[in-house]
């Protein structure tokens, strides 16, 4: 069921689509076709439950994990064909749950880790622009990752997928665990990349913010799209929020 989106407001094709995705980890099936679309400049949350299968539509859409059916789509390509780096350098970034930086290089070896030319204009990042969007990150520049906190950690991991030069930028659970200031400027970021212009798709406990930022969501319910729409449409439904997202 969708809500709150009138046809006429995405008659551009999508960048990113998904259509009837499954996939299972040995014979444990995890997704039951889902469909997901995300337009070019889009903010989009993934909501459900522990285990529905959000983490697992994002390793489907990176190549992290083999369809078992379906198809994703970029800019009107399958992805099947490629795996995980090819993907990632056809302009999907992901800062994936955990953030996963490199302990044993300094922060700025971290970011030129990943850099690379942007394939389309206005999508790339400098250092610059990093520590720009971070000071903190210019402070810790030569810091290992294994000595900085949560909260420095996660804007690497961030930096990091930037510096990939996305046109979509996966975050995977971006603000758990962090203390409320510094998830604060963790939803600062998202807003700022949202206004750059970056299409995103959101994984995040804390509906709230989620709920000022994205344009559209989907819940997941048991590895299928239970229902998908709007903000406001999801706010003028507060029994979804207590049936499938559990908040
Ligand atoms: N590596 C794995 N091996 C086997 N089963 C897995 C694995 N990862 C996830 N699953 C199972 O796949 C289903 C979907 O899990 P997934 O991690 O995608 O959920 P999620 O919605 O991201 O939840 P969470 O917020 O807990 O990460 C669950 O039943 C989970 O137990």
């Not at 099936?29 to 539509?57: P, W, Y």
């Not at 198809?71 to 994936?96: K, N």
């Not at 922060?107 to 971070?134: C, H, K, Q």
């Not at 971006?174 to 700022?192: F, S």
Request: hydrophobic content about 40%; some cysteine; overall charge positive.
């Amino acid at each position: 069921m969708t809500e709150g989106v009138r046809s006429n407001e995405r008659t551009a094709a999508p960048l990113l689509s998904l259509r009837r995705v499954e996939a299972a980890y040995g014979t444990s099936q995890a997704l039951f076709g889902v469909d997901l679309e995300i337009h070019a400049g889009e903010c989009v949350a993934l909501l459900g439950r522990n285990g529905m299968g959000k983490s697992t539509t994002v390793k489907s859409i990176m190549g992290l994990l083999r369809l078992r059916g379906g198809d994703v789509e970029w800019r009107g390509r399958s992805l099947r064909p490629l795996v995980a780096h090819q993907i990632a350098r056809a302009g999907l970034g992901l800062v994936p749950e955990g953030r996963r930086v490199f302990p044993n290089l300094t922060v700025r070896e971290n970011l030129l880790a990943t850099a690379r030319p942007s394939p389309s204009r206005g999508a790339g990042w400098s250092l610059d622009d990093i520590y720009g969007m971070f000071p903190r990150l210019r402070e810790r520049e030569r810091n290992l990752g294994c000595h900085l906190s949560g909260g420095e950690q996660q804007m690497l991991a961030i930096g990091r997928a930037l510096m990939t030069a996305p046109e979509l930028l996966i975050l995977d659970e971006a603000t758990e665990g962090l203390a409320p200031l510094v998830r604060g400027d963790i939803w600062r970021c998202i807003e700022l990349l949202k206004r750059r212009g970056l299409a995103l798709l959101v994984i995040d406990k804390n509906l709230g913010p989620l709920m000022r930022v994205a344009d559209r969501h989907y819940i997941l319910e048991k590895g299928a799209v239970v229902w998908r729409g709007s903000s406001q449409a999801l706010r003028d439904r507060p029994e979804l929020v207590r049936d499938y997202i559990g908040m």
